[in-house]
């Protein structure tokens, strides 16, 4: 494989990442922000005080789905490698650590070996908020993580960096995915 073709192999992730972050933006989150409930199998004690939540999340993702092309465009290029790279990796593992700690956590709460809180909600089906979201929002989560790992790693390469500290990306951001996962359980089982 050429050094060019192998350079552009990954490039497809950055535009799938970017896709993927502004569709949950504005589908999910502004859907949700705007008044809509599906997804959402019970009643919130302030219902307007999680629209404007889901708005403003809705806003973040927004802006890191625009932010996923600097992995991709030439104008990514113009930046400092690293402060493209890092904040991609970090929410990455944010991404990947908030889907694995749902998929640990949520199942064991179901089968009453741990206790989850759901604080904001007066009423809620709790077997059909876990449902929607390992079926929906985790995979959602999780499926972004891989792609934006995998358009930094293109964006590594394509500024030149090696195969070998391309692996050391990789096993830094599996690395911090687990430590958070980890984190995030014990705290959730404390």
Not at 51 to 58: C, D, I, M, T, W
Request: proline share 4%; with cysteine; aromatic share 10%.
């Amino acid at each position: 494989m050429s050094a060019i073709a192998h350079k552009s192999s990954l490039s497809w992730a950055g535009y799938a990442a970017s896709a993927w972050a502004i569709a949950y933006a504005i589908g999910v989150r502004g859907y949700q922000g705007l008044g809509g409930t599906l997804g959402l199998p019970g009643t919130f004690e302030d219902a307007e005080g999680m629209r404007r939540a889901s708005l403003v999340a809705g806003a973040v993702i927004l802006i890191a789905g625009i932010g996923e092309l600097a992995l991709v465009r030439p104008w990514g290029l113009r930046l400092p490698r690293m402060l493209v790279i890092l904040p991609a990796l970090a929410g990455a593992t944010f991404a990947m650590g908030h889907a694995l700690t749902a998929y640990i956590s949520k199942p064991l709460h179901l089968l009453g070996v741990v206790n989850l809180d759901f604080p904001g909600w007066e009423r809620v089906d709790e077997g059909a908020l876990i449902r929607w979201d390992l079926f929906f929002y985790e995979p959602w989560f999780l499926g972004l993580g891989v792609l934006t790992t995998l358009a930094a790693l293109h964006h590594y390469r394509r500024t030149g960096g090696s195969e070998q500290g391309a692996r050391r990306l990789v096993q830094a951001t599996v690395g911090a995915t687990v430590g958070l996962t980890a984190v995030a359980c014990i705290s959730l089982f404390a």
